[in-house]
């Protein structure tokens, strides 16, 4: 048993022993099955990730920040399953641990690592022509907000102060990710407004589900119509982002501190 970087040379090798031998000699030479492993997703902490399959640690450490790798696993003539564990490097704290057998097709890891613990990492749309797509994780660390809320994309025009919605994320549990939201791009800056040049900026509005209302309203904060907002890339270019944001108000003026842009 081993575990392998995928190669057309190995596989050209198995191949040539497979037709040197005879037929009738299947029981001489059992048939080899190889179990691809493939791990991806990001890791949000200082803790470099180490990798072991059955006995054997993948030489390539999970660092900080997006990482994905493949490798390959070959079972042993009566070997009918394989472990696969990652753990930090420093202290060996266990991060996950799943067991494959024969009969699956792939050994596949996909989590992020924040706050010491492992969570399923969902996959960012990918990118379209003149489309955004925006992925959320809001963690209300200061007010504990628990109930779920609406993220409103839309366009603040200074002049008249109007807010126009764009679209939005409904009912996202606090600390859970969103499903993804896509919107066209558009422009920002200063353009007219009912016959009014005014600034027009980019927003991104956390909403009591179902409502309009901020849902800091009935706390010790306020919203902002023009500094408060989730984070949000450029509205003019085409992106697919995932952000995980928590609160950072300052004084009573809610404003969000972005932990993970990716």
Known sequence: MKVCKTSWLLTGIVAFVLA????????????????PIVISGYNATQEALTVKVDTFYLSTRLG?????????????EHQHTVKVSITEESSGKLVL???FTKQDSVAAFNFLYMDGKASNMPEKPAVE?????????FIPNITQYSEPVD???GKY???PKVFEEVTRIKNVKPNEFSPPATFSTFLTGRQEYNGVITSVSFQVRIYKT??????VDGTAYTWNDISTSAPKPAA?????????FSEAPSGNLMRFFTRLDY
């Open 210 to 215: 179902g409502t309009n209302t901020p849902y």
């Open 151 to 153: 993220f409103v994309i």
């Open 157 to 159: 025009f200074v002049v």
């Open 236 to 244: 003019s270019v085409a992106a697919s982002k995932l952000y995980i």
């Open 97 to 99: 641990e799943k067991e």
């Open 64 to 76: 900080g920040g997006s990482f994905k790798q493949g490798s390959a696993f070959t079972f042993g």
């Open 129 to 137: 022509k003149e489309k955004i797509s925006l992925v959320y994780m």
């Open 20 to 35: 040197a031998c005879n037929k009738d000699n299947d029981n001489l030479l059992y048939k080899k099955q190889v179990l």
